[in-house]
């Protein structure tokens, strides 16, 4: 084939596409031809290098014109630039046609990415034109790999799309099958259903249940406008009566409301940032102070008990902190519990449970099977200060943790407080253990940490207990009574109107205590209840096994104070009604003075 004669094919098979695709618009052909020009003008010079290369020696491959349809599928094959700017030209002329907006200018990179020039020649002559365009393509391929942006929009190509270009229809059809159909919205055949207005109705009853507290609400819809009701709401008559739904309705549309009314004069004069021990505005001050405690006197309700590591927990726990014999139930409730039960997040749901809502748990904390709970009225929260807790173990090997004690120290208002829990030596004759044990602890036990000291001039290093206001602590001391099994069964049985004295002069606690060995400056309740251990499980009858062991006051609560009289005991006594261990709870209620303090 002449040299002529390959330019006249060449140039028809150039200008065939521009022929064919009469269909696209004038913007992409315009925008194409001086392209098209070029290219063939390139093919041009790759054939004439051919047929010299063919006069001197036989070529590995014979360049054939293409065919119609290739040299259409090759007009892909321009320069990456003009691609992309004539793709972009399109998408943005769809996006403006499409209202959903779904062209995106990924897509057509992604197109042109897997588009490169078909048809290409193994030549010297078009390697170098070939290598200036593939490069262009891979360092484009490479960013669209690269991005996380180009992956994602790359998973959301149409199945249309994926397909090879060959199988592709007209750009014109694709235009137009690529818009969303939109659907008609459903309307209604007939009427809606009217919804239920009723709050009682099963869907809602759930959702708008009332507690015991709902009494409370309904009592203070019927009250005369600025009567304020002084009640404790942990009074048991609270629990008589549960509110139906149609109350919980009246009272949310009532327009008094349970709170004191709030001026907002009082609430610019209140500063809690800057409050002093007698100014106005202190959350910790004097006002604030006589206004929920009048008298400046705190609830606090103490129990100790030494469950023998029972799995099992007794099915109610009101006895042990709801006594039925209380008027009120208190502001704050500390249970300390020796050899608890395995799980001990059970054992605080279940004391939660039993206080009910009017209660958060201020604060937990164990050593081993020691474990100490501290539960404050929930409208009192606000002024407790953070909540320290520390632990000293009184075994040899410190990682048996049966014996020991835990502290947790706060202050409220100005007074500062400290709560220990401990358990001793066990044995009969082991007293100077005992002893040992309890300086272990006071010197020891690490606190407090960050708390301030409301009175650093009485305070002593050596001693844990004179660094606070008011302590209290209790446990399982396993101090016994110096007698004969026999004769502490008599004593018993002549005791008549629960005086214990004849009891306690055998009571190796009192006799340190008095000696002054241990528990230096506090005090303990006058005791009127049977010793607390060692009982038959199940039943009222004390160690019937073969060890016979004598009847014994181990279970003690003692308070020490700063300011004498501080402290007033109310009521100190064992709850014989929960039976599920060898030793009974003992529970102590006080009245404790309280001080104003300052806002840090």
């Known amino acids: 084939m002449t040299e002529n004669g390959e330019d006249s094919l060449l140039h028809q098979s150039c200008e065939a596409p521009a022929k064919g695709d009469s269909l696209v618009s004038d913007s992409r052909a315009l925008n194409t031809s001086l392209v098209d020009a ?67 200018s990924t897509d057509s990179l992604k197109e042109d990415q897997t588009a490169p020039a078909s048809g290409g020649f193994v030549l010297s002559g078009a390697a170098t034109i070939r290598n200036d365009q593939d490069s262009n393509v891979r360092q484009l391929s490479a960013v669209t790999r690269g991005s996380p942006v180009f992956r994602d929009r790359g998973r959301s190509l149409s199945e249309y799309e994926r397909r090879p270009t060959s199988q592709q229809s007209d750009p014109t059809d694709h235009r137009a099958r690529s818009s969303k159909v939109r659907l008609s919205p459903v309307q209604p055949t007939g009427t809606l259903p009217a919804l239920g207005k009723s709050f009682a109705s099963a869907t809602l009853r759930a959702a708008n249940r009332i507690d015991g507290d709902c009494l409370d609400y309904a009592m203070m819809a019927r009250e005369k406008l600025g009567e304020r009701l002084h009640r404790n709401l942990s009074d048991s008559r609270l629990l008589e009566n549960m509110g139906s739904d149609s109350a919980s309705v009246n009272s949310m549309r009532s327009t008094y409301s349970v709170l004191s009314p709030i001026r907002p004069q009082d609430v610019r004069n209140r500063s809690f940032l800057e409050g002093s021990v007698l100014g106005s505005g202190a959350l910790l001050g004097a006002e604030e102070l006589d206004r929920h405690f009048p008298d400046r006197r705190v609830g606090i309700y103490i129990a100790t008990w030494n469950m023998q590591g029972e799995k099992g927990l007794p099915a109610n726990l009101d006895d042990l902190l709801l006594p039925t014999d209380s008027a009120f139930a208190q502001d704050f409730y500390i249970i300390g519990v020796q050899e608890g039960c395995p799980d001990r997040r059970e054992w605080e749901t279940r004391l939660q449970e039993t206080l009910g809502p009017y209660y958060v748990m201020l604060y937990a904390a164990s050593h081993g099977v020691l474990y100490l709970t501290v539960f404050v009225r929930r409208d009192l929260i606000w ?20 014996k020991g004690a835990v502290g947790i120290a706060f202050t409220f208002f100005g007074t500062s407080f400290l709560f220990i829990t401990s358990h001793f030596t066990s044995g009969d004759a082991k007293v100077y253990e005992r002893v040992l044990d309890y300086n272990k602890i006071v010197e020891a036990l690490a606190l407090p940490k960050g708390l301030p000291d409301t009175n650093p001039y009485r305070s002593t290093p050596s001693d844990v207990t004179t660094r606070f206001d008011q302590v ?47 528990f230096k400056g506090f005090q303990e309740a006058p005791i009127h209840f049977l010793p607390t251990y060692k009982f038959d499980i199940g039943c009222d009858i004390y160690d019937t096994t073969s060890k016979q062991r004598t009847p014994s006051y ?22 014989s009604c929960i039976k599920s261990s060898d030793h009974r709870p003992v529970i102590s209620i006080f009245q404790v003075k309280l001080r104003p303090g300052r806002d840090k």
């Open 472 to 518: 209290f602590w209790f446990g399982d001391f396993n101090f016994r009574l110096s007698k004969d099994r026999v004769d502490v069964e008599t004593i018993i049985n002549r005791t008549v109107g629960g005086d214990m004295g004849p009891l306690l002069e055998h009571d190796q606690l009192s006799k340190e205590m008095k000696d002054g060995s241990i």
């Open 383 to 402: 002024f407790c200060s953070e909540v320290e807790h520390a632990t000293v173990t009184t075994r040899i090997i410190s990682q048996i943790k049966t």
């Open 554 to 575: 181990t279970d003690r609560i003692l308070f020490r104070s700063r300011q004498a009289e501080d402290i007033k005991v109310v009521k100190y006594t064992s709850c």
């Open 38 to 104: 070029k290219s063939c003008k390139e093919h041009n010079d790759a054939l004439k290098l051919t047929d010299r290369n063919a006069e001197g020696e036989i070529s590995l491959y014979q360049p054939r014109p293409p065919a119609l349809p290739r040299l259409s599928k090759s007009r892909k094959s321009v320069s990456v630039e003009e691609a992309v700017r004539t793709r972009r030209l399109r998408n943005s002329q769809e996006s403006l046609s499409d209202q959903v907006g779904t062209g995106s």
